[in-house]
């Protein structure tokens, strides 16, 4: 079992809905957690964090945790064609980050 | 700053040939980690260092690869001698310790050709 996984993709969302994106951990001792967004040719740029059960938002976008479950999501309202990428989903394990493969988001215009 | 700095950007290199990829992190920063990116697995981190000293280089793939942190302002991986399947884009990545938020901030990546 790898330590971070994703669904690959891609995932097709219309624009203007909400896409959804998903990540399971396997590390119970993973603290905090990362969602990066990498562009097609481009290095991976953060967009969220979080660390504690819950939600938290940052404007379009909100990152959801449940470490009883060991699962992260993503949700991005009101999507638009920009959001078109590759999205990275990664844990911080005693300082070291470790990615999922990511998820390809596709928004359709 | 400028970020993370990674030269070069682009190599092209015959197989059995050494290839050095370079990298200078985002000043004050404590961790550097550097990682390997292909459509098959993903973005893999291959070792990481904490104040110059290597942590753990568990994901370096084979005694062909090699890093050093000899300043708190370079790095350097090195592959020799380099083989095909080693092309792919690498990324050298760095963070300051902050608690719950120790985020990557990553370099423009090395695209890395063996041919």
């Known amino acids: 079992q790898k330590e971070v996984e994703q669904n690959s993709g891609p995932l097709s969302v219309p624009e203007g809905a909400i896409a959804s994106l998903n990540c399971t951990y396997s590390d119970r001792g993973s603290q905090s957690f990362f969602w990066y967004r990498q562009y097609s040719g481009k290095s991976p740029e953060l967009i969220m964090f979080i660390y504690s059960n819950g939600d938290k938002e940052d404007g379009r976008f909100t990152a959801q945790l449940n470490k009883a479950s060991q699962y992260v999501s993503l949700l991005i309202r009101d999507s638009q064609p920009s959001d078109s990428a590759t999205y990275l989903c990664?844990?911080?394990?005693?300082?070291?980050?470790?990615f999922g493969k990511g998820t390809r988001l596709h928004i359709l215009p | 700053d400028a970020g993370v700095i990674q030269s070069p950007r682009h190599e092209v290199t015959e197989m059995g040939q050494e290839v050095t990829l370079r990298c200078k992190p985002i000043s004050g920063h404590d961790y550097l980690f550097w990682y390997r990116q292909t459509m098959m697995r993903g973005l893999e981190l291959l070792i990481y260092f904490n104040n110059n000293v290597p942590i753990d280089d568990s994901g370096m793939p084979e005694d062909r690869f090699s890093a050093k942190m000899p300043n708190a302002s370079f790095s350097t991986l090195k592959i020799q001698p380099s083989e095909p399947r080693d092309s792919a884009v690498y990324f050298c990545?760095?963070?300051?310790?902050?608690?719950?938020?120790?985020?990557?901030?990553f370099g423009q990546g090395t695209r890395l050709t063996v041919v």
């Open positions: 990545a760095s963070s300051q310790w902050t608690g719950d938020r120790t985020e990557a901030f």
């Open positions: 990664a844990v911080n394990r005693d300082d070291k980050i470790i």
